[in-house]
């Protein structure tokens, strides 16, 4: 069992930034592949990044390509997601989660067995 809990969320100007964390607990943070999707009122649930176990295989959507950075502290059992950039259209609660296929950069939701419960990210423009 892993558990997951997100923070960093928040209101933000057109153009600024956020850093969103989620550190978790139980089994080996570093056995997983860690994802962050994002869901906006009345939408579906979106792959956001990507990061495998060792956080040297990447992924992102491209809707956050170029803007959007994630990383790892395996040592923290820590993935982050730095927000640059961010736009009206980045609205949404934002969620990490765990698939436990490490080497895997995987854009499925349906791949990750662990969610964390999210976090409000709000743009205003």
């Known amino acids: 069992q892993v558990q997951l809990v997100e923070s960093g969320g928040g209101l933000v100007q057109a153009g600024g930034s956020l850093r969103l964390s989620c550190v978790a607990s139980?089994?080996?943070?570093?056995?997983?592949?860690m994802g962050w999707f994002r869901q906006a009122p009345g939408k579906e649930r979106e792959f956001v990044a990507v990061?495998?176990?060792?956080?040297?295989?990447?992924y992102y959507s491209d809707s956050v390509k170029g803007r959007f950075s994630i990383s790892r502290d395996n040592a923290e059992s820590t993935v982050y997601l730095q927000m640059d950039s961010l736009s009206p259209e980045d609205t949404a609660v934002y969620y990490c989660?765990?698939?436990?296929?490490?080497?895997?950069?995987?854009?499925?939701?349906?791949?990750?067995?662990?969610w964390g419960q999210g976090t409000q990210v709000t743009v205003s423009s």
């Open positions: 989660a765990a698939n436990k296929r490490g080497r895997m950069c995987d854009e499925s939701a349906s791949a990750y067995i662990y």
């Open positions: 139980g089994r080996t943070f570093s056995a997983y592949s």
């Open positions: 990061a495998d176990w060792s956080g040297s295989c990447t």
